[in-house]
């Protein structure tokens, strides 16, 4: 689960429609970013889901990790200004998947504690477990 940082305040300070080319910017780099077989959702306002079949957590970390890095250097430039947005993830693995619920609700609980311990970060719950 991914959410971009303080994005009401892009939406209060620039608008909706400039929002909107933060969330595609976000989209753009995962397509551009992630493999063909790997799954990308919007999951609701500034949250997405990504599944990332058949990898192994300590690649799924790094390959997210990256995208956290290169989405905190893109430029948005609104009329005279320009700034950068970070985002937040939370990273769930459970072999076996008890169910996709129980996954996105990891993945939930862990992108919570990436927020609520100062965003721009990835938190993980593996195999049930937290992982700082």
Known sequence: MLDIDHFKKVNDTFGHPFGDRVIKGLAQLLRKRLRKSDIIGRYGGEEFV??????????????????????????????????????????????????????????????????????????AIINGVRHD
Request: with cysteine; aromatic share 8%.
């Open 50 to 123: 990504v599944a990332m079949p058949n990898t192994q957590q300590a690649q799924a970390l790094k390959i997210l990790d990256e995208l956290r890095v290169s989405f905190s250097q893109l430029y948005f430039e609104p009329a005279l200004s320009e700034f950068t947005c970070t985002f937040s993830c939370g990273v769930a693995t459970t072999p076996p998947i008890e169910s996709a619920t129980t996954l996105v609700n990891l993945a939930d609980d862990a992108l919570y504690r990436a927020k609520s311990s100062g965003r721009n970060r990835i938190e």
